[in-house]
């Protein structure tokens, strides 16, 4: 059985306690992890804090930073095979996803390692002719990034990268389910050359681990992703220590399909939309939106394609859909199914889990046509169940789009150019891809609203979040000072 082990103040040690991790494909015990504690995180803390006030991370120049980025990205890519192969082991995500998803996470380290010695200051042109004013940025400090399970070397890359970047200190927690891709990314950060203590890895549970950490008075900003209810707790957590908080939350993103679509082509943009990655995506297109016109052809088009998906052990490189990661997802996506067929909705495809071992659940397909209040129109499910409802005008799709407490992603495909415009500025919505779908890239910001939190990661804006800004007034003057009752 393996062993994995925490990560603090550039020393592996085994945690306050244990825990078991299971294979979601098989509902075997496959490793045992480190359990931090109280104790754990603030040593993790204490080692973070100094880390960030050493003069070998202090002093160190952005293009330094830079280049230890730099470094971390090459080994990142040189060891993507076994990253991708824990992934899939301890996740249950298919080993197609996981093997291309961890390939490009190195390009969002070499993006903010390009990045370090390019965050800039200001000059301002002040109203005072005896004085120079500028501002400096400066890091935040002790940053706690709390991370899921799902896609968590893209989520920590994403608050890794530009924290670093920035100059900061981070304590990481894993999720407790599945963090084994994680604490293994801890051996690879600890052979780039970073001084100790400037990332540390930690993995627990919530009132033991993820509370102390977000409440801890050494901690200066909290990024986390994860659920709306968790983020609840997270914010009162910060009233604690005062810390800046930005929250990457989840959704229940629409897929809006006008009339005058090609039918196949969107078809595989909204089998990608939701049924990639088992459903389990924050970005997922859970609801499709589409015109009562083509709404049948379209329908018959993806149920078809839904039953042909290939269900099976997710390291078989031919494996589309691979398990659910966790008991509970299982039990909430039974029980929000059977809640909405109560409600009305109707199952065109799937709708029951899989028999025999493992958390498989097909990928399905409510019509809500019938059901406006089904559950499912309003509740994530994270994992591959896709809800339909139709509409004959473009103010009815807005409006559907529209109906949601979330606002983190959404697709528009049409092939009217200006109808595109419109929808673009009426979604309320973080992310809008049109004609497209589940598209990334280090350089665009990504984050939402409402349900789905606050505060950006990904591109310039993420680096900037991890600075505070400095402003220095410098009296050019020889004069005396006049009048020291006067503001100046």
């Known amino acids: 059985m393996q062993q994995f082990q925490q990560y603090i103040g550039g020393v592996f040690s085994d945690g306050s306690a244990r825990f078991e991790s299971r294979d979601p494909a098989t509902g075997e015990v496959w490793a045992m992890m480190p359990e931090a504690r109280a104790p754990d995180v603030d ?109 968590q070397l893209f989520l920590a890359a994403v608050k890794i990268g530009p924290a670093l970047a920035a100059g900061c200190t981070v304590v990481l927690k894993a999720s407790e389910e599945a963090p084994a891709p994680l604490l293994e990314f801890a051996r690879i950060f600890d052979q780039a050359g970073f001084p100790a203590g400037v990332l540390n890895v930690i993995t627990g549970f919530g009132a033991d681990c993820g509370a102390v950490l977000t409440a801890h008075p050494g901690i200066d900003h909290i990024a986390f992703t ?25 959704g229940k993103s629409p897929f809006i399909v006008f009339e005058d679509v090609d039918i196949d082509s969107t078809v595989n943009a909204q089998v990608s939309a939701i049924f990639a990655a088992t459903g389990q995506s924050c970005v997922a297109g859970s609801r499709l939106i589409i015109s009562n016109q083509i709404k049948d052809v379209f329908l018959h088009s993806l149920k078809g394609k839904a039953e042909r998906v290939r269900i099976g052990a997710p390291q078989m490189a031919e494996t589309e859909v691979g398990p659910l990661c966790t008991d509970a997802q299982m039990r909430r996506a039974v029980e929000l199914v059977a ?62 789009a529209n109906d949601t407490a979330h606002g983190l992603a959404s697709g528009v495909f049409t092939r009217d150019l200006t109808r595109a415009h419109r929808m673009i500025r009426g979604i309320r919505a973080g992310i809008v891809w049109v004609n497209t779908y589940r598209a990334v890239s280090p350089i665009a910001p990504f984050g939402g609203q409402g349900l789905s939190g606050h505060g950006r990661e990904g591109g310039l804006q993420a680096a900037l979040d991890y600075t505070r800004v400095k402003t220095v007034w410098l009296r050019t003057s020889d004069e005396p000072i006049p009048d020291p009752f006067v503001m100046r």
């Open 339 to 400: 809640a909405s067929l109560a409600a009305g909705a109707r199952i065109v495809t799937g709708g029951q889990p899989l028999e025999g071992e493992g958390n498989f659940f097909p990928p399905t397909i409510l019509d809500c046509s019938s059901a406006p209040d089904a559950p499912c129109l309003r509740e994530e499910f994270f994992g591959p169940v896709l809800s339909v409802c139709g509409f004959d005008t473009e103010a009815e799709a807005l409006a559907l």
């Open 43 to 151: 040593a993790a803390v204490a080692a973070a804090r100094a880390a960030f006030h050493a003069p070998d991370w202090a002093d160190m120049t952005a293009t330094a930073r830079g280049k230890l980025l730099y470094r971390l990205a090459d080994l990142i890519a040189e060891n993507a095979e076994t990253l991708a192969q824990l992934e899939t082991r301890d996740t249950g995500k298919i080993i197609r996803e996981t093997s291309a998803q961890i390939a490009y996470v190195a390009d969002y380290y070499r993006y903010y390692a390009g990045l370090a010695d390019k965050i800039e200051g200001a000059h301002l042109p002040i109203d005072k002719p005896d004085m120079e004013v500028w501002l400096r940025r400066e890091p935040l400090g002790v940053v706690a990034a709390v991370v899921p399970w799902n896609s």
């Open 226 to 250: 994860g659920g709306p209810d968790t983020a609840r707790h997270v914010v009162r957590n910060s009233a604690e220590n005062l810390a800046s908080t930005s929250l990457e939350l989840g």
